[in-house]
């Protein structure tokens, strides 16, 4: 559509039924931007790094792909555990998961059963299969970068590392920061 003139644009959305429209709205894949999309499964890569300013859509993007990687496991059937880590437990709540572009609205839009306590360090993604009724759960923890030893040893499927930059990378007994502690 971006290659299209606006009018071509304006009439093709003009075409749509109002539900088609919401669900496009809906669809991270018809509204990010190119450069918003995770690498392709095929390349190797380990790390994902955003390095953009303030209003770019990196708290989106990181929502976006994590309940993209949700949607896989639950597909495979297979057990998810997800880590969400910033400096302190509020900016995981207030920015990853509450935030306008967190966890909780995203999923909202894509029509998953998001269940958090404000406060707790566990939360749960349920997706269920429209065709099947078949429920899978995702399961999340809160990780900050206060204690770098609280990460070690979790076998996380999937981790968000938000703000990585203001991160306070202390270090363990063993000499690790969390971020090592994670990558391990």
Same mark, same amino acid.
């Given at each position: 559509? #971006?290659n299209?003139?606006?009018?071509?644009?304006? #009439?093709?959305?003009?075409?749509?039924?109002?539900?088609?429209v919401? #669900?496009?709205?809906?669809?991270?894949?018809?509204?990010?931007?190119?450069?918003?999309m995770?690498?392709?499964?095929?390349?190797?890569w380990?790390?994902?790094?955003?390095?953009t300013?303030?209003?770019?859509?990196?708290?989106?993007?990181?929502?976006?792909?994590?309940?993209?990687?949700?949607?896989?496991?639950?597909k495979a059937?297979?057990?998810?555990?997800v880590?969400?880590?910033?400096?302190?437990?509020?900016?995981?709540?207030?920015?990853?998961?509450?935030?306008e572009?967190?966890?909780a609205?995203?999923?909202?839009?894509?029509?998953?059963?998001?269940h958090?306590?404000?406060?707790?360090?566990?939360?749960?993604?349920?997706i269920?299969d429209?065709?099947?009724?078949?429920?899978?759960?995702s399961?999340?923890?809160?990780?900050?970068?206060?204690?770098?030893?609280?990460?070690?040893?979790?076998?996380?499927?999937t981790?968000w590392?938000?703000?990585?930059?203001?991160?306070?990378?202390?270090?363990?007994?063993?000499?690790?920061?969390?971020?090592?502690?994670?990558?391990?």
């Open positions: 559509m #971006a299209r003139s606006p009018a071509e644009r304006r #009439a093709w959305i003009a075409s749509l039924t109002e539900a088609e919401i #669900a496009l709205l809906a669809s991270w894949d018809f509204v990010a931007r190119p450069e918003q995770a690498p392709v499964a095929d390349d190797a380990r790390w994902w790094a955003l390095i300013g303030r209003g770019w859509g990196k708290t989106r993007t990181g929502a976006e792909w994590v309940l993209d990687r949700c949607e896989q496991f639950a059937g297979a057990r998810h555990l880590g969400l880590v910033n400096k302190t437990h509020d900016e995981v709540r207030s920015l990853q998961i509450e935030g572009s967190g966890l609205a995203a999923a909202a839009r894509r029509g998953h059963q998001w958090h306590a404000g406060t707790a360090l566990h939360a749960q993604l349920v269920i429209p065709d099947t009724g078949r429920r899978h759960t399961h999340f923890e809160v990780h900050t970068s206060v204690k770098p030893d609280k990460v070690r040893g979790r076998n996380f499927h981790v590392c938000d703000e990585l930059a203001a991160w306070d990378h202390k270090i363990d007994a063993q000499g690790n920061t969390t971020f090592t502690n994670v990558d391990m």
